[in-house]
């Protein structure tokens, strides 16, 4: 060392006598003394005013080397070791950097700053090897307040992004723009709180990792962040936390951002303007322009610009392109494309496709459009397609031609297994999730798509008459035996929500007669008649949704803490308002009031959710029987014969009725039955008191 013990012991010794002369709490931090400052010198550093350096009171020269400063600095003591990548370990400290107007934490690695670090705080054990420039330039909102130009490239649909945003806040303010009060209130609190986070100082958070990386101007992180070989950041908020890390990885260049918790950003990814949110994932030379993303999506390979990625927007490959347009639990096939503008007035159409889309490779829609939830698209689309009242269909091209069949998305497995994997690919571990997600299939806003459906069926049948070999409706055309099967399916679906409401009302309840079928049967709130929406993840009445609306209009919702908090409320209560929809629903489908609901009339819709089920559930159980023909086996046992293709097919795939999805159907199958008979006992018993069942 470069000091006697003595002279070690001296400068303890000046150090206590400080802190015991100060009372007051902001001395933490004290001048460097004498001995000091000739110990940095003789390390290789300078300043060009030591004045200006506060250190810690448990301060300790030793490790700090090569260093230039300028500016007011802070620096606490550096006592610890790092582990880096290889099993090397370092001392915690600051080698070969220059630093202006910055305080660094306990602890805190920094080595080989080629360039500098300028205005920054950086917390207690971060470590900050090999950069170029880590700085902030004047004063910085990191991102907040950016207007990102999402849906429509042509503008009108702008939102300024925050730390905070949600898919649901972000839902109103782009589409509610025939409410401008509203809109105007919504982005008014976010240019309040980019006023608030407004700062000359950025911030690195604790336990934060910065390698390799070349610039990173005016950009923020919160506890441990890992940026690794990143080539350019600038202008963003990193809103990592230690329950959930962001990683942002080699080669990326993003600006004008804010990354929410729990996100990975990987392999030369090009971000600018985005709101990424908690759990997604961009990789693999992605490229996103003017983008909102939130929970769990997915970007590999492909591009998108201008688009609103509700929760679990998935895009796997390299030549798809997503452009103007809001999705949700969108699944987009390879090739997949959209246009957005028809070389007129510029790109300014948008289209919709509700939660639950799949594309297929080389699908192409026009925009306008806006395809119904849970639909899937094959082919090209040179029409303005909207098949909003029907659900869960396919949208076929044949011949340039847009063919709808209705409903037959509710017999495919692959539907179901859709909605069973979407919770358990929650990649959120964040306590506080930014996005309210309703995983449900069947909900009024898609049963209410199907009554609507199901009825303009019906009319298109009654006004063309029933021996039409095919239909035509809004530019699409329907064959008659896929309508006729639509109008089923949905009665079916229909059936079989209500009937799973009216089980639930009544399964756990004792009943003694028809009063207290109609009591148990009776609305918890009068909010859910009507129309419903899906606030991008988010499903509620409108009605509900309206008043909280009209609350931010009127001033009585202030700030966006209180917004969230409203929106909480309206996905807390969701079965309650669901129950509310489907006593209505239930009221006009099945022809009689709940007030006037007999244990008779328990068993006929019991009766009917039951067959329902069980007829749904064998479509399932036979779709599914399809991935295991023999058309299925090609290219299985290739070099065998007698019985060596089903051999290898059976060690790979598994045999039919040892399959997992297929026994879950068969359970499913066998426990609704149960249930359906113990309501219709439980009715019987009413009806017929004297008759004991075993």
Not at 302 to 316: D, K, L, N
Not at 446 to 454: A, S
Request: glycine share 8%; charged share 20%; proline share 2%.
């Amino acid at each position: 060392m470069l000091f006697h013990t003595f002279e070690k012991q001296t400068i303890n010794k000046h150090i206590t006598q400080i802190n015991m002369k100060s009372n007051n709490p902001d001395s933490v931090f004290r001048n460097l003394l004498n001995e000091e400052i000739g110990q940095l010198v003789h390390q290789g550093c300078s300043s060009t005013d030591w004045n200006l350096i506060k250190v810690s009171s448990d301060f300790i020269p030793d490790n700090i080397e090569n260093c230039k400063f300028t500016g007011h600095v802070q620096l606490h003591s550096f006592t610890g070791t790092v582990n880096l990548v290889g099993g090397i370990t370092f001392k915690t400290g600051i080698y070969n950097a220059w630093l202006h107007n910055c305080e660094i934490g306990k602890n805190a690695l920094i080595h080989n700053v080629r360039s500098y670090i300028a205005n920054y705080k950086i917390e207690e054990g971060v470590v900050i090897h090999n950069i170029t420039t880590l700085a902030v330039d004047g004063e910085s909102t990191f991102g907040n307040g950016i207007l990102v130009e999402a849906i429509n490239e042509g503008g009108g649909r702008d939102i300024p992004i925050y730390d905070f945003l949600s898919a649901h806040v972000a839902y109103i303010m782009s589409l509610y723009r025939h409410r401008p009060k509203l809109v105007s209130a919504l982005k008014n609190m976010v240019f309040d709180y980019a006023r608030f986070v407004k700062s000359k100082k950025g911030v690195i958070g604790s336990g934060s990792k910065i390698l390799n990386c070349n610039t990173v101007l005016n950009v923020k992180t919160g506890p441990a962040t890992i940026i690794d070989g990143a080539k350019k950041l600038r202008n963003g908020s990193i809103n990592s936390n230690f329950e959930a890390p962001v990683i942002i990885g080699e080669g990326v260049i993003m600006e004008d951002f804010i990354i929410s918790s729990g996100t990975k950003i990987n392999d030369a990814t090009l971000v600018s303007k985005c709101f990424i949110g908690q759990g997604c994932v961009l990789d693999k030379h992605y490229s996103a322009e003017n983008s909102l993303f939130f929970a769990n999506c997915q970007g590999f390979h492909g591009e998108a610009c201008s688009i609103f990625a509700g929760p679990y927007t998935v895009t796997h490959h390299k030549s798809t392109l997503l452009i103007a347009g809001m999705f949700s639990f969108l699944n987009a096939g390879s090739g997949s494309n959209q246009s957005n503008h028809m070389y007129k007035l510029g790109p300014i159409h948008q289209g919709i496709m509700e939660r639950g889309g799949k594309t297929t490779s080389d699908s192409y829609l026009l925009w306008p459009s806006r395809i119904g939830a849970f639909t899937l698209v094959m082919g090209r689309h040179y029409k303005h397609c909207d098949t909003t009242d029907f659900p869960f269909s396919y949208l076929i091209e044949s011949q340039d031609e847009s063919i709808l069949v209705p409903a037959i998305n509710l017999k495919s497995i692959g539907t179901i297994r859709d909605t069973q994997k979407w919770p358990g690919r929650d990649n959120r571990t964040d306590s506080n999730l930014l996005d309210f997600i309703n995983f449900n299939l069947l909900s009024p806003y898609t049963i209410h798509k199907m009554i609507n459906g199901r009825r303009k069926l019906l009319a298109i049948r009654e006004s063309s008459g029933s021996s039409a070999s095919s239909y035509s409706y809004d530019k699409m055309k329907i064959e008659s035996r896929a309508l006729d099967r639509g109008i089923a399916i949905y009665e079916m679906a229909i059936w079989k929500f209500l009937g799973n409401s009216v089980i639930t009302r009544l399964q756990s309840g004792k009943l003694k007669d028809n009063a207290d079928i109609q009591k148990a049967l009776q609305p918890d709130t009068p909010f859910g008649k009507g129309h419903w929406v899906d606030l991008s993840g988010l499903i509620c009445p409108y009605e509900a949704l309206d008043n909280l609306l009209t609350s931010i209009e009127n001033g009585e919702l202030t700030s966006l803490e209180e917004v969230n908090s409203a929106l909480a409320i309206l996905h807390k209560n969701y079965y309650n308002y669901e129950w509310t929809w489907a006593c209505d629903a239930l009221s006009e489908f099945y022809g009689k009031s709940i007030e006037e609901f007999t244990a008779s009339d328990v068993i006929a819709v019991v009766e009917k959710w039951k067959k329902s089920v069980l007829d749904m559930d064998r479509f399932l159980y036979e779709d599914a029987r399809k991935e295991f023909s023999m058309s299925k086996m090609i290219g299985f046992g290739v070099d065998g014969t007698n019985g060596a293709r089903e051999e290898d097919f059976a060690q790979v795939r598994g045999e039919f009725e040892s399959n997992k999805t297929v026994m879950a159907i068969c359970e499913h199958m066998e426990k609704k039955e149960k249930l359906g008979n113990q309501i219709i006992n439980m009715m019987n018993v009413i009806l017929q008191p004297e008759i004991v069942l075993t």
